[in-house]
């Protein structure tokens, strides 16, 4: 009897586990999972994130015992899901139901199951990496040859944006003119930020080419965000070796962020990434979070009575905006974002004990927030930072070997 509420615990873990690591890609958005691009893929994309729920509960049952920190854990979706319910700008419409309770069943997974899930998205990500470079060679040796060219899913500026498809992978292109590895996500800063922090948290144990797998698959995807967080670590990590290095350091952000700007390198993908590095009156020329409509609302809102405490879940003052300001600080005010954020960095400290790399895991996930704020609350946020952290901390990690 023992031997098979054994063998069932194995089986159903090893369903949950590979169920939160293709829900976590999907968390990250997927690039056709609509009914618009593949109604099938939509279909299996959706089913496959429920199926979380039953299966997850089966394993916490088949468990039978969950850690006193994983229970405080709790109270990072459960906060947010109240706050959304309790104040709500209008009536409280739903929907968040799906990534409240997987996270709540994510958080209360045992230390080795969440290293898993890490491990196991690690993977998958690698696996896009090389298919969609794979891909991203044929797509310039051979004219395109197989990719179908569709319209990407929104559309903000003067000319028209466009995905090459090729089965479920994309490469997107603006105007024809400026080409960006996607991989299987919808944007190319999805899979840039996601490589970069699988680069920064597995780097110290991971080898040679797994480390030049995620750069290049990066690298390909043009992404600011990439390339902010990737520099920023590179000069963290070789301070921290070495303080002396800071001289060195300090010269190459220059270079980044005053002379690479002005150089014309007579490619336009590269020169619109160093051209983002550009500082400008109003900042960084790559700050491309808001636009002009948002910012002059969010004066407003800056000096109404609902700056500390917010609009209200589901407040939106401009549309195509995606920023801390927007996801946060109008729905939630001061008060609202100090505790999302507060909350966050408050556990992930707590789970990190001090350990040097995994605090400068979690000073890179949260500075890759401004960019992709929908993290802390999504599942891969969740996966990401508290699954990193655990598979981070045991030093008998070997990402490929480990099964």
């Given at each position: 009897?023992?031997?098979?509420?054994?063998?069932?615990?194995?089986?159903?873990?090893?369903?949950?586990?590979?169920?939160?690591?293709?829900?976590?890609?999907?968390?990250?958005?997927?690039?056709?999972?609509?009914?618009?691009?593949?109604?099938?893929?939509?279909?299996?994309?959706?089913?496959?994130?429920?199926?979380c729920v039953p299966i997850?509960?089966?394993?916490?049952?088949?468990?039978?015992?969950?850690?006193?920190?994983?229970?405080?854990?709790?109270?990072?979706?459960?906060?947010?899901?109240?706050?959304?319910?309790?104040?709500?700008?209008?009536?409280?419409?739903?929907?968040?139901?799906?990534?409240?309770?997987?996270?709540?069943?994510?958080?209360?997974?045992?230390?080795?199951?969440?290293?898993?899930?890490?491990q196991c998205v690690y993977?998958?990500?690698?696996?896009?990496?090389?298919?969609?470079?794979?891909?991203?060679?044929?797509?310039?040796?051979?004219?395109?040859?197989?990719?179908?060219?569709?319209?990407?899913?929104?559309?903000?500026?003067?000319?028209?944006?466009?995905?090459?498809?090729?089965?479920?992978?994309?490469?997107?292109?603006?105007?024809?003119?400026?080409?960006?590895?996607?991989?299987?996500?919808?944007?190319?800063?999805?899979?840039?930020?996601?490589?970069?922090?699988?680069?920064?948290?597995?780097?110290?144990?991971?080898?040679?080419?797994?480390?030049?797998?995620?750069?290049?698959?990066?690298?390909?995807?043009?992404?600011?965000?990439?390339?902010?967080?990737?520099?920023?670590?590179?000069?963290?990590?070789?301070?921290?070796?070495?303080?002396?290095?800071?001289?060195?350091?300090?010269?190459?952000?220059?270079?980044?962020?005053?002379?690479?700007?002005?150089?014309?390198?007579?490619?336009?993908?590269?020169?619109?990434?160093?051209?983002?590095?550009?500082?400008?009156?109003?900042?960084?020329?790559?700050d491309n979070r808001t636009?002009?409509?948002?910012?002059?609302?969010?004066?407003?809102?800056?000096?109404?009575?609902?700056?500390?405490?917010?609009?209200?879940?589901?407040?939106?003052?401009?549309?195509?905006?995606?920023?801390?300001?927007?996801?946060?600080?109008?729905?939630?005010?001061?008060?609202?974002?100090?505790?999302?954020?507060?909350?966050?960095?408050?556990?992930?400290?707590?789970?990190?004990?001090?350990?040097?790399?995994?605090?400068?895991?979690?000073?890179?996930?949260?500075?890759?927030?401004?960019?992709?704020?929908?993290?802390?609350?999504?599942?891969?946020?969740?996966?990401?930072?508290?699954?990193?952290?655990?598979?981070?901390?045991?030093?008998?990690?070997?990402?490929?070997?480990?099964?």
């Amino acid at each position: 009897m023992e031997n098979k509420r054994t063998g069932l615990k194995k089986i159903v873990g090893t369903v949950l586990i590979l169920l939160f690591s293709m829900y976590t890609c999907r968390s990250l958005y997927l690039a056709f999972d609509k009914d618009s691009y593949s109604p099938i893929y939509a279909f299996l994309s959706l089913n496959i994130a429920r199926l979380c729920v039953p299966i997850g509960c089966l394993f916490l049952l088949c468990e039978r015992k969950v850690k006193q920190y994983d229970l405080v854990l709790v109270t990072l979706p459960l906060s947010y899901w109240l706050m959304q319910m309790v104040h709500s700008y209008g009536s409280y419409q739903g929907g968040g139901e799906l990534t409240f309770l997987t996270s709540v069943i994510f958080v209360l997974l045992p230390t080795r199951v969440k290293k898993q899930i890490f491990q196991c998205v690690y993977q998958i990500i690698q696996l896009n990496n090389i298919i969609s470079i794979i891909l991203w060679i044929d797509f310039f040796l051979f004219n395109r040859a197989g990719f179908q060219r569709v319209l990407f899913y929104t559309q903000n500026g003067l000319e028209t944006a466009y995905y090459y498809k090729f089965g479920i992978f994309a490469i997107y292109t603006y105007g024809d003119h400026t080409y960006r590895l996607c991989g299987i996500f919808n944007e190319p800063g999805a899979l840039g930020t996601a490589c970069a922090l699988l680069f920064i948290c597995t780097f110290s144990k991971t080898k040679w080419w797994e480390k030049l797998l995620l750069l290049t698959a990066g690298a390909l995807t043009v992404s600011f965000a990439f390339a902010l967080l990737i520099l920023g670590f590179v000069a963290v990590y070789l301070c921290q070796k070495k303080p002396s290095n800071i001289i060195f350091i300090i010269g190459i952000i220059l270079m980044f962020f005053f002379v690479l700007p002005n150089i014309d390198f007579h490619n336009n993908a590269i020169n619109e990434l160093v051209g983002r590095f550009a500082i400008t009156k109003s900042g960084l020329a790559g700050d491309n979070r808001t636009n002009s409509v948002f910012d002059a609302e969010y004066a407003e809102f800056s000096n109404s009575i609902y700056y500390w405490f917010g609009m209200g879940s589901g407040a939106v003052l401009a549309s195509g905006v995606a920023s801390y300001k927007s996801s946060f600080m109008v729905p939630f005010g001061i008060i609202g974002t100090s505790w999302l954020l507060g909350s966050w960095l408050f556990a992930a400290l707590k789970c990190s004990k001090q350990d040097k790399m995994c605090l400068i895991y979690v000073m890179f996930f949260f500075v890759s927030l401004y960019q992709r704020p929908y993290a802390i609350i999504s599942i891969w946020g969740y996966i990401f930072l508290f699954g990193g952290i655990e598979w981070l901390k045991d030093s008998t990690n070997n990402i490929l070997g480990e099964t």
